[in-house]
């Protein structure tokens, strides 16, 4: 049986790089905040050989979450690794940032990755393995002007990865995460940082850690900032 790779933001950037990635060899339930946002992916997927499930998402919806892991489990019956790629990034100064820009950063960011992990860790759990990838960033271990709700959540994101990395010791689940630097995507552009790497590349060291990386990399959190 082929494990099933879960990702959010699949429609573009580094979602869809990852789910390229992983396509010959895993099956793949994708989402993107539109209805069939996804499909240009999904169907590179499937010329890769995956079975594809496109769903729609709003990352901050608990709702969405409920609705979307039971598609998902209709669908395949099993999540093998949850790669939490959704994200989006409200860049103003902090005295400009509104309560409400601050709230929905996150909600997408910390509170979406949430959502599902709680949803889909207890089958992980059952079956003794399974995979959390949480799409984190450089952010998470610096500071960017203008960017405070972003790297909260990052730094948040991270300290979920950390703490669930200890509750899973010895249960067959890893929880990790990735930290990259600037990405040629769409959210990149307006920042004033220049790209240094490609999603692809990005994509590749999510690959390892959903395939190879040893359980003595529970908890570990992968920078990728050559
Ligand atoms: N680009 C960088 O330099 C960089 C660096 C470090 C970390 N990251 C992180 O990498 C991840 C992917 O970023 P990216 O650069 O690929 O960004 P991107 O090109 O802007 O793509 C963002 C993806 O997230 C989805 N998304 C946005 N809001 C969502 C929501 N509310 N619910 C569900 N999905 C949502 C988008 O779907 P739609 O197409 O439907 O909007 C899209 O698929 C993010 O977590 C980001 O923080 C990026």
Request: net charge positive; glycine share 12%; aromatic share 4%.
């Amino acid at each position: 049986m082929r494990p099933v790779a879960f990702v959010t933001g699949a429609s573009r950037g580094i979602g869809a790089a990852i789910a390229k990635a992983l396509a010959a060899d895993h099956d793949l339930a994708l989402t993107s905040t539109a209805r069939g946002g996804a499909k240009a992916t999904a169907k590179v997927c499937r010329q890769l050989g995956a079975e594809v499930l496109e769903l729609q998402h709003d990352a901050a919806s608990r709702k969405d979450a409920d609705r979307i892991v039971k598609a998902v489990d209709q669908a395949f019956g099993r999540v093998d690794v949850l790669v939490n790629n959704a994200g989006i990034v409200v860049r103003k100064p902090t005295v400009k940032m509104s309560d409400d820009d601050f709230d929905r950063v996150v909600a997408v960011n910390l509170s979406g990755p949430f959502y599902l992990v709680r949803r889909l860790l207890p089958g992980m759990i059952a079956r003794g393995q399974g995979r959390v990838i949480n799409v984190s960033s450089i952010s998470a271990t610096l500071g960017s002007a203008g960017a405070t709700g972003y790297c909260a959540s990052k730094w948040g994101l991270d300290g979920l990865t950390r703490a669930l990395a200890e509750e899973l010791r010895g249960t067959g689940v890893l929880a990790l995460s990735v930290l990259p630097g600037s990405v040629a995507t769409d959210m990149l552009e307006g920042s004033g940082f220049q790209p240094r790497m490609t999603a692809d590349e990005v994509a590749g060291v999510v690959r390892y850690l959903a395939t190879q990386a040893p359980a003595a990399m529970q908890g570990s959190r992968v920078e990728v900032f050559g």
